[in-house]
C-alpha cells in the first residue's frame, strides 16, 4: 500500500520560507544591533576603565616624587621640620616638589604619557586634618602638626610626629572626554627620643652582673649584645623589648659562648672575659620575663640620632671639623666664619639640629686663665652667643657659681677621681698618688639656680650648657675638667639638661624634692627610697614633689653619694670611703671606654660592661643606688678615658628603673632618632 502525500505547488512552498526568512531577519537584525552596541560601549568602558587606572597610577606617582623631595628636603636641611611655606615653595629653602617637575618625569615614562597633572600639593595638617595656617610662626605650626603616636618600625615606641597631606590631581583623555581621578596620601615625619630607652648603646653592650639584676624598659645596642650571669642563684632578668644591630662577623666571643642566632646576640662573654673570669663557663644566660625570648628580642637596623645614617655624616678626613664624631652633639661647633660665636651657622647641616650647644638657652663659659680679665672669667651666654648682664647673670654667678670677688672665678674644688687615676685603692693598699686623678671641678649649687631660672623669662626650652675652656696646661689647673652639681634636689617647673663635653660630677640625690638646711647645707628630708631599712626604690621623691623632665650629659658622668667628703684624696682606701644611700631620677649620657674584645691578655681594657655605665668611686657596700631614668652611651669619653677597674668601689644594690614619663615628656634637647613613613593612598573626590 502506498502512502498518499499531497502534491504542493513550488510558488505556495517557495513563499512560506520567504517569510520565515523574513521573520528570522526581523527578528535577528535587532539582537545584532544590540550585540554590535553592547561590545561597543563593553569596549568604551574597559577604555574608559584602563585611563582611569593610568590616571590613578599618574597620581600615585606624582606622590611618590612628593615624598622623595619631602624626605630629601628633611635630610638636606639637618632633620628640620618643613613649614607651610617650604611645602608652597614660597620660602627658601623649599621642598621644590612641584608640578612642572612631576609632569615632567610623567612625561618621559611612555605608561603615563598621556597624563597630565592638574595640581600636586603637599600641606602640613594637625592631627584632625585640618590644615596649618601658614601665617603663623614657625613653633606655633610646628606645636599645630605635633602629635605623639607609636612609630611604624617601632609600634612600642612612640614619636613626636609631623604629619604632612600630600594631593595630586590627573588628567587623561578618554575617547573625547576628560577623566579626572584624585588621591591623597599622608607623609609623617617622627622624632622619637632616645631617651624612650632603658639602656641605648651605640657600642656593644655588656650586662655582666653578680648581684640579682631586674632590668625594665626598652634596652637596645647599635652593635652586638654581651650577656650572661654568674653560676649563683641570682638571675640577670630583662623584662621589656631588646633590640640590637650585631653581626656574627663581628663577634669575639668566648670559646664556650653560644651564638644564640646568626644576627650577633649572644649570650655568653668575650675573650676577655673568658680570661678574667675563672667561672665563667658556668654563667647562666639572662631570664626574659616579659613574653620570652621570641617575644622580647629584635635583630633591627641601625637607629641614629641623626636625620641620616652616621656613616653618611660622620668624616674625620673631610676639612669640616663639626661632623668628626656622634660626640659632636655634646661639644661647641667651631667657630666658622671667624666672628667669635658659635652658632648654628657655623655647624654642618646634619648636627645643627641635634647639638645641644646651639639650643642651649644659657651656656656657662669659665676661663681661669691670669691672661683674662677677672670680670670675664665667668660669662652667661644666650642661645645665639650674646652675653648676657644684668640682676640675673649677676645671681647665677654669684649665688649658683659662687663667685670669687677677687678671683672672679667660681667655686672650685679639686677632686680625686680614683678611676681616672687609674689607681686600685683598697683598706690594705692606698694608692699612691697620680696626677691624672686631679680633676678641676666647677660647683654649681643647683638649690640657688633652680629659682633663678623659674624666674627667667629668657629659659624656655630647658637646656644649660657648662664649658671650662681655660687654656692647656694652665697653671693650678688641671686638663680635666668637670662641672658638679650639688644640692639638686628640685630642678626647675620646665626640667632641665644640663650638658658640657667636660665631665660631669652629680653629688648626692637628684630631681628627688630632697631639701637642705639654709645654713649647714645637711638634707632635712630626702625619698624612702633612702632609707637604710625598709627602703622602697619606688618612692623615690619627697612627698608631693613632681619629678621633672631632666637629663644630665658629658664626657663622663660618675655619681657621687649624699655621704661624699670633699676630704678625699690619693691616700683615701676604698673602705674609708663609705657611701649612703642615695636617689637619681634623671636621664644621663655618656661616653665610655671600649673593652677591648679580641683581647688574648688579661691586661686587656674593659668597660665595665652595662652595670658600670654610672661611674661610682665610693664603697657602697651594698647600700642603694636608686635610679630612675634612661642611660645613652654614643660615643667614647676623651678626657675621662681611663678603663674601667674593679677595686675602686665597693658595688652598689642596683634598683634600677626607666622613667616612665620619658614617653611622653623626654628630657630637654634635641636627642632623637628620625623615623620617615607614608600611609595608603586614599581616593577623594
Request: hydrophobic share 35%; net charge neutral.
Amino acid at each position: 500500500m502506498s502512502t498518499f502525500r499531497p502534491i504542493r505547488h513550488p510558488q505556495a512552498q517557495g513563499g512560506g520560507g520567504l517569510i520565515v526568512a523574513m521573520l528570522v531577519l526581523a527578528i535577528v537584525l535587532p539582537l545584532v544591533g544590540i550585540a554590535m552596541n553592547y561590545t561597543s560601549a563593553h569596549a568604551r568602558m574597559a577604555r574608559r576603565e584602563r585611563d582611569y587606572l593610568e590616571a590613578n597610577a599618574a597620581c600615585e606617582s606624582a606622590i611618590e616624587y612628593a615624598y622623595a623631595k619631602w624626605k630629601d628636603w628633611v635630610k638636606t636641611n639637618g632633620g628640620r621640620v618643613p613649614l607651610v611655606g617650604n611645602c608652597d615653595n614660597t620660602l627658601s629653602p623649599n621642598v621644590g616638589a612641584t608640578t612642572v617637575g612631576a609632569q615632567t618625569l610623567l612625561n618621559g615614562s611612555k605608561k603615563f604619557a598621556g597624563a597630565t597633572l592638574m595640581s600636586l600639593n603637599i600641606e602640613p595638617v594637625d592631627a584632625t586634618d585640618v590644615p596649618v595656617d601658614g601665617a603663623l610662626a614657625a613653633d606655633a605650626q610646628k606645636a599645630k602638626m605635633r602629635v605623639l603616636i607609636p612609630l611604624q618600625s617601632m609600634p612600642r615606641r612612640y614619636g613626636r610626629t609631623y604629619i604632612y597631606r600630600c594631593t595630586a590631581r590627573t588628567t587623561v583623555n578618554s575617547g573625547g572626554t576628560t577623566l579626572s581621578t584624585k588621591l591623597v596620601r599622608y607623609f609623617r615625619k617622627a622624632d622619637a627620643s632616645l631617651w624612650q630607652a632603658m639602656m641605648w648603646f651605640e657600642g656593644d653592650l655588656e650586662l655582666f652582673p653578680t648581684p640579682a639584676m631586674p632590668l625594665y624598659g626598652w634596652i637596645h645596642t647599635n652593635s652586638n649584645a654581651y650577656l650572661a650571669h654568674a653560676n649563683n642563684s641570682n638571675e640577670l632578668t630583662i623584662n621589656s623589648d631588646f633590640t640590637y644591630t650585631g653581626n656574627s662577623s663581628t663577634l669575639h666571643k668566648g670559646d664556650a659562648s653560644t651564638i644564640q642566632n646568626d644576627a650577633g646576640l649572644v649570650y655568653g662573654v668575650t675573650y676577655l672575659q673568658q680570661l678574667i673570669e675563672p667561672g665563667w663557663a658556668n654563667w647562666k644566660p639572662p631570664v626574659w620575663n616579659n613574653g620570652g625570648y621570641s617575644a622580647q628580642v629584635s635583630n633591627v637596623t641601625r637607629i641614629d640620632p641623626l636625620s641620616k645614617p652616621r656613616d653618611e655624616v660622620v668624616n674625620t678626613a673631610d676639612a669640616d671639623h663639626n661632623n668628626d664624631s656622634l660626640r659632636e652633639i655634646i661639644e661647641r661647633p667651631v667657630d666658622t666664619d671667624g666672628n667669635g660665636k658659635r652658632v648654628k651657622d657655623d655647624d654642618s647641616t646634619d648636627f645643627k639640629e641635634r647639638r645641644y650647644y646651639t639650643s642651649a638657652d644659657l651656656k656657662i663659659i669659665v676661663n681661669r686663665s691670669t691672661a683674662v680679665a677677672v670680670g670675664d672669667r665667668i660669662k652667661i651666654l644666650d642661645k645665639d652667643d650674646n652675653r648676657l648682664t644684668g640682676t640675673f647673670v649677676n645671681n647665677v654667678v654669684n649665688q649658683a657659681l659662687g663667685k670669687d670677688a677677687t678671683t672672679g672665678l667660681p667655686s672650685t674644688k679639686t677632686l680625686y677621681d680614683y678611676r681616672q687615676a687609674g689607681n686600685v685603692t683598697s683598706a690594705s693598699a692606698p694608692a699612691a698618688y697620680t696626677a691624672n686623678g686631679d680633676i678641676t671641678a666647677t660647683n654649681i649649687d643647683v638649690s640657688k639656680l633652680t629659682p633663678l631660672l623659674d624666674g627667667y623669662t629668657g629659659y624656655q626650652g630647658g637646656v644649660i650648657y657648662f664649658k671650662d675652656e681655660t687654656p692647656t696646661d694652665t697653671a693650678g689647673v688641671s686638663n680635666q675638667r668637670a662641672a658638679r652639681l650639688q644640692k639638686g634636689g628640685t630642678l626647675p617647673t620646665i626640667g632641665m639638661t644640663f650638658v658640657t663635653e667636660d665631665g660631669v660630677y652629680i653629688h648626692g640625690d637628684y630631681n628627688t624634692g630632697t631639701t637642705y638646711d639654709a645654713t649647714t647645707g645637711a638634707i632635712t628630708a630626702q625619698p624612702n627610697s633612702n632609707a637604710t631599712t625598709g627602703a622602697d626604690p619606688l618612692q623615690n621623691v619627697v612627698g608631693t614633689y613632681a619629678i621633672k623632665p631632666a637629663a644630665i650629659c658629658g664626657d663622663a658622668v660618675t655619681f657621687l653619694s649624699n655621704a661624699w667628703q670633699d676630704v678625699y684624696d690619693a691616700t683615701t682606701p676604698t673602705n674609708s670611703r663609705v657611701s649612703l644611700p642615695t636617689t637619681y631620677n634623671s636621664a644621663f649620657m655618656s661616653g665610655y671606654v671600649p673593652t677591648d674584645t679580641t683581647s688574648s691578655s688579661t691586661a686587656g681594657v674593659r668597660s665595665g660592661g652595662g652595670i658600670n655605665f654610672p661611674r661610682v668611686l665610693e664603697n657602697w657596700n651594698g647600700q642603694a643606688l636608686t635610679y630612675h631614668g634612661s642611660m645613652v652611651q654614643l660615643y667614647d669619653s676623651q678626657v675621662f678615658n681611663s678603663p674601667w677597674v674593679p677595686s675602686i668601689y665597693g658595688a652598689p644594690k642596683r634598683p634600677w628603673n626607666f622613667e616612665n614619663r620619658f614617653i611622653d615628656n623626654p628630657p630637654p634637647g634635641p636627642l632623637e632618632f628620625t623615623e620617615y613613613s607614608r600611609g595608603r593612598f586614599i581616593r577623594t573626590n
